[in-house]
């Protein structure tokens, strides 16, 4: 393999966009946006980024999922949530929440402050076809169960998959996602290797950053070529950037807002379900971490 195919170079840039959704809140979308809908086996990448709490406070009521992953991770800030299973507690500083709806679960994400700074992401992970009725499942992650790996000028949280020598508190055996949490100060750099045929993005979030001499800008999405090897420079004032990678599922997607099946027709029974108080079929198997 030559050199030029086994670096992972930039294919696309996707500038977030913003969206309300929930009860009102602004969200900035890259996947699931007309430039890109989905990066297989990844649906939506929300990020969400406000210190004025009319942006954010009204949260995301009540609202259904099916077949697919949700993983929310929280930068500044706190939010309560609860689901059908009867799951509750309070996403903190640093932590995340792992959701599998599957056959289907209706939950709610609501902040809990009234002023200061609310930020974090929420990724949303296709299911392959044969697990999207199964039952669902859910894992809470405490900000101190994650691997933070630091070398001279750089940090890296290891929420999903591996880095280095650490593991993750998330590990999801259909796409071996991996989700990291990296900051380089200014100057520095990273080289990261990938397995070559998985689907990988990056989105800095502060500062900018470059790769194979190409700039990323700040809330910009890159899109990567498929190849093994990365290298990531920071731009003069430092970055801090979310690398995510994920294996491809490869089936057909077929999306209507929260519902995310193979066929038409799964989705239609999907929303009568829910018109009709059938979405959710069992208790959430609780993921002790």
């Known amino acids: 393999m030559s ?15 913003e ?25 939506m990448l929300d990020h969400f980024s406000s210190d004025d709490p009319g942006d954010y406070i009204a949260g995301f009521p009540d609202h259904p999922h099916r077949g697919f992953i949700t993983l ?18 309070d996403l903190r500083t640093g932590g995340a929440q792992w959701m599998k ?11 809990q402050q009234s002023n200061g700074l609310m930020r974090g992401f929420q990724l949303w992970v296709n299911l392959p076809g044969a697990q999207k009725m199964s039952d669902p499942a859910y894992q809470e ?16 949280r290891v929420l999903a998959g591996g880095y280095a020598d650490q593991r993750g508190p998330v590990q999801d055996p259909n796409t071996d996602v991996h989700f990291l949490d990296v900051a380089l100060q200014p100057r520095a750099h990273i080289a990261h290797t990938l397995a070559p045929d998985v689907a990988a993005f990056l989105y800095p979030f502060e500062g900018a950053l470059s790769i194979a001499e190409e700039a990323v800008p700040q809330h910009h999405l890159a899109v990567l070529a498929p190849g093994r090897d ?12 979310l690398l995510v990678s994920g294996r491809p599922l490869g ?3 077929v999306q209507y807002g929260p519902f995310v099946m193979n066929t038409r027709e799964d989705v239609e029974q999907a929303m009568e379900d829910y018109r009709n108080q059938r979405l959710v079929r069992s208790r959430a198997e609780v993921v002790e971490k």
């Open 3 to 17: 050199t030029r195919m086994s670096t992972r170079v930039i294919t696309q840039l996707v500038r977030a966009t």
């Open 19 to 43: 969206v309300t959704e929930g009860a009102g809140v602004i969200v900035h979308r890259t996947i699931g946006t007309p430039p890109r809908r989905h990066l297989d086996p990844f649906l």
């Open 72 to 89: 929310t991770y929280m930068l500044d800030g706190h939010m309560r949530h609860r689901d059908s299973m009867g799951n509750e507690g």
């Open 101 to 111: 709806a599957a056959s289907g679960i209706i939950h709610s994400e609501m902040p």
């Open 141 to 156: 992650v405490a900000p101190e169960t994650i691997p933070v790996v630091g070398a001279e000028g750089v940090q890296v």
């Open 230 to 241: 990365l290298a990531i420079h920071a731009g003069a004032e430092g970055t801090r950037f």
């Open 251 to 253: 089936e057909p997607i």
